[in-house]
């Protein structure tokens, strides 16, 4: 983590604090982070507000550098930063993406109430962890053929279910219905496809997970109707990204963008922003291999979700569609992305960067899938594996003032260091386990790192993005089962 930030902040609403444009030069617009009085405090103890204001000097940038709840240090823009670019004279920046593009998340829903999973639960996450591929090093079940990689970088979600895995259904549910069609898998190097093969359809590490959870509580009741969830009702929730593919992605595009920023005679405050115009030979190539690694992104996790849904078959002797594991929804992180927004109130198409920040789409936006367009894009925004996660929707005030983005997680306090030397891991599973939840980790070192207590309070962090008006709550989710990486 930095250190801690003594710059300026003016409360300029009740969750908005601004950073004035004056605070440091080469600031094109504001910084504006979204908090309440209490999580201030603890985005204060970070530098993160540096990297806010470090995004405000990206040529091109409109309206504010934006900031999460959930903000923390990251690699040039903040973990929780949002800005928009305009197409012709801004920037894309792999730093407004970060090294795992489209680390994500995936809700889907069955028919199974919490007494019969509980009864379960450990042949359940063990069935999982067999089939999923889990931490560092694991490879994948898939024996891809020559070309099979490059159809998943290009068609996503398509290739797959062509494949056999999934659902027609699916594709409709995913963001972008599972593929940006803006990828071309020769702009991808070889490098980060010999990485990338034998790593699709595994989970990794880190905080990346697959949790077994009960509807907790259901704060709106029309919402929760449209996306047919009930107290009392079992979900399963898939969170992983882009695995080794990404990651080299991000690490070739950001040796281009180091020099392009001297070709293009841009300045800037921090190397780690390193970015080229978005309509340049570098940036194009950026953008084309970025939406590869969304595609990748997609496409494993679309894999996990079918080795899910066979393992709950194995443990339930039924079909998956009998157990009506239907996808609810699933949302992308780190990405960059060409929308449509209200620019002083015409309409136009802007490059917005979400790096740790959750699409939020408000109703009628063609974006949003039929089912869900009359309330909104569903929003899943995990917590860490002790405490809660939540299911919120898009709402309008979100499009207005955060380019239809809010945040995507708990957002860490700690770093994965400091969790390691503080917290141990028979407490974590005997805690965990008085909390009536079961947790199997490929490695005791991802057990510490990713303890409860490494990060923010997620329901002081969704609490003030509900009361932000860039989301609004739908249903609280607790954890039965925990598989870790």
């Known amino acids: 983590m930095g250190r801690s930030w003594n710059g300026p902040l003016k409360k300029s609403s009740d969750y908005v604090y601004t950073i004035p444009q004056s605070y440091k030069r080469g600031m094109n617009v504001p910084g504006w982070i979204f908090a309440d009085d209490k999580l201030i405090k603890s985005i204060r103890q970070d530098n993160a507000p540096e990297q806010v204001a470090n995004v405000a000097t990206l040529p091109g940038i ?24 305009d197409p012709q004279d801004g920037v894309i920046s792999p730093g407004g993406v970060g090294y795992d593009i489209n680390c994500g998340v995936r809700l889907v829903k069955t028919d199974i109430r919490e007494d019969r999973v509980r009864d379960e639960i450990k042949p359940l996450i063990n069935t999982i962890f067999e089939n999923v591929p889990a931490g560092v090093g694991r490879k994948s079940r898939l024996r891809l ?82 996306i047919e969830i009930e107290e009392g009702q079992v979900v399963t929730m898939i969170h992983t990204g882009s695995r080794g593919c990404g990651h080299q992605i991000a690490t070739d595009y950001i ?18 922003l390193a970015c080229a115009p978005f309509d340049s030979p570098e940036g194009r190539d ?5 939406s590869c690694g969304a595609n990748y992104a997609w496409t494993n996790r679309q894999l996990i979700l079918h080795w899910v849904r066979e393992s709950f078959e194995q443990v339930f002797d039924e079909s998956a569609e009998d157990l009506g594991m239907e996808l609810i929804y699933d949302v992308c992180h780190n990405v960059a992305k060409k929308e449509e ?22 109703p009628g936006r063609n974006e949003v899938p039929k089912k869900y367009r ?54 974590i599973k005997s805690d965990l386990s008085k909390d009536g939840i079961y947790v199997k980790a490929a490695s005791d070192k991802v057990l510490k790192e990713e303890s409860p207590g490494a990060y923010k309070d997620v329901n002081n ?25």
């Not at 823009?77 to 670019?85: D, E």
């Not at 599972?178 to 590490?205: C, F, H, I, N, Y």
């Not at 009361?467 to 598989?483: D, E, F, Q, R, Y």
């Open 145 to 226: 053929k020559k070309g099979q990689l490059e159809e998943a970088l290009d068609y996503g979600v398509e290739w797959a279910v062509d494949e056999g895995y999934g659902w027609e259904q699916d594709l409709k549910r995913i963001e972008d219905n599972g593929r940006m069609e803006t990828a071309d898998s020769e702009k991808v190097s070889r490098k980060a496809k010999d990485r990338g093969a034998p790593q699709l359809g595994t989970l990794g590490g880190g905080n990346h997970f697959i949790e077994i959870q009960k509807v907790e509580k259901i704060f709106d009741p029309d919402a929760a109707d449209s």
């Open 62 to 85: 409109i309206g504010a550098s934006k900031a999460m709840p959930d903000i923390h240090w990251g690699y040039g823009f903040p973990i929780g930063g949002v800005a928009a670019m």
């Open 341 to 362: 927004h209200r620019v002083d109130d015409k309409k136009k198409d802007v490059v917005v960067h979400r790096k740790g920040a959750t699409r939020a789409f408000a």
């Open 255 to 272: 040796n281009t963008m180091e020099k392009a920023i001297r070709k293009y005679n841009i300045d800037l405050p921090d190397k780690q």
């Open 374 to 427: 009359d309330v909104g894009q569903p929003v899943i925004i995990p917590g860490d594996m002790g405490t809660a996660s939540y299911v919120m929707m898009g709402t309008e005030h979100a499009m207005k003032r955060s380019w239809g983005s809010t945040c995507h997680g708990a957002g860490r306090v700690m770093s994965r260091t400091g969790a390691r030397k503080k917290f141990r891991v028979n407490q």
């Open 461 to 485: 962090v969704v609490e003030v993005t509900h009361n932000a008006g860039l989301s609004k709550i739908v249903a609280k989710l607790t954890p039965i089962g925990v598989m870790k990486g």
């Open 286 to 290: 950026y953008f084309a291999a970025m």
